[in-house]
T-cell receptor
Framework: AQKVTQAQTEISVVEKEDVTLDCVYE???????LFWYKQPPSGELVFLIR??????QNEISGRYSWNFQKSTSSFNFTITASQVVDSAVYFC?????????????FGKGITLSVRP | DTAVSQTPKYLVTQMGNDKSIKCEQN?????MYWYKQDSKKFLKIMFS???????INETVPNRFSPKSPDKAHLNLHINSLELGDSAVYFC????????????????FGPGTRLTVL
């Protein structure tokens, strides 16, 4: 069975600080996909990134970067120079590549508060 | 040009009533989903449909019945509503290709906040 653990529940930082959101996953599949979603206070779920299990390259998109390490089953998310607009709940999710039976298993989410 | 839309956005009703939430996607995706987000923000899948066929049913009470009239729509009917059904319900869709559905990101609707009194 697949499982996603986001051990941090709430993080509070001051604007311009860097912050890392941790994600640890469990799966028996050798092929799987990892995702991060953002849920701002307005409530919608915004897709941020997808990473395949066979691609361990880190990714950077503006102030966002992701560190995928299969050896530790982790897919951590770093926000550099955080801004107030980054305040949201961030979910890490896992999908096993099992055709149409695939589903997203979410972690419990991390509430990030960025103070001015 | 909304990708995944849900109606209504808010739904307040009494225990025991029957209600429906509608979902439509204009992305041309083959697979649609319903997720439930509880008061602690935990998101859990309820159902998935692929080309109108039920694929996943995650031990949801049979008071919940999804209906997919075509692959662009996945509606959720809930009978005999209970207090514990209060939650935010999200519809999502993805371009599921046989054998690769797991790899495609799911696009979510804005959510429907259901409150059962």
């Amino acid at each position: 069975a697949q499982k996603v653990t986001q051990a941090q529940t709430e993080i509070s930082v001051v604007e311009k600080e860097d912050v890392t959101l941790d994600c640890v996953y469990e799966t028996r599949d050798t092929t799987y996909y990892l995702f991060w979603y953002k849920q701002p206070p307005s409530g919608e779920l915004v897709f941020l990134i997808r990473r395949n299990s066979f691609d361990e390259q880190n990714e950077i998109s503006g102030r966002y970067s992701w560190n995928f390490q299969k050896s530790t089953s982790s897919f951590n998310f770093t926000i550099t120079a955080s801004q107030v607009v980054d305040s949201a709940v961030y979910f890490c999710a896992l999908s096993e590549a099992s055709g149409a039976n695939s589903k997203l298993t979410f972690g419990k989410g991390i509430t990030l508060s960025v103070r001015p | 040009d909304t990708a995944v839309s849900q109606t209504p956005k808010y739904l307040v009703t009494q225990m025991g009533n029957d209600k429906s939430i509608k979902c439509e996607q204009n992305l041309g995706h083959d697979t649609m989903y319903w997720y439930k987000q509880d008061s602690k923000k935990f998101l859990k899948i309820m159902f998935s449909y692929n080309n109108k066929e039920l694929i996943i049913n995650e031990t949801v009470p049979n008071r919940f019945s999804p209906k997919s009239p075509d692959k662009a729509h996945l509606n959720l009917h809930i009978n005999s509503l209970e207090l514990g059904d209060s939650a935010v319900y999200f519809c999502a869709s993805s371009q599921g290709i046989s054998g690769r559905a797991g790899g495609n990101e799911q696009f979510f609707g804005p959510g429907t906040r259901l409150t059962v009194l």
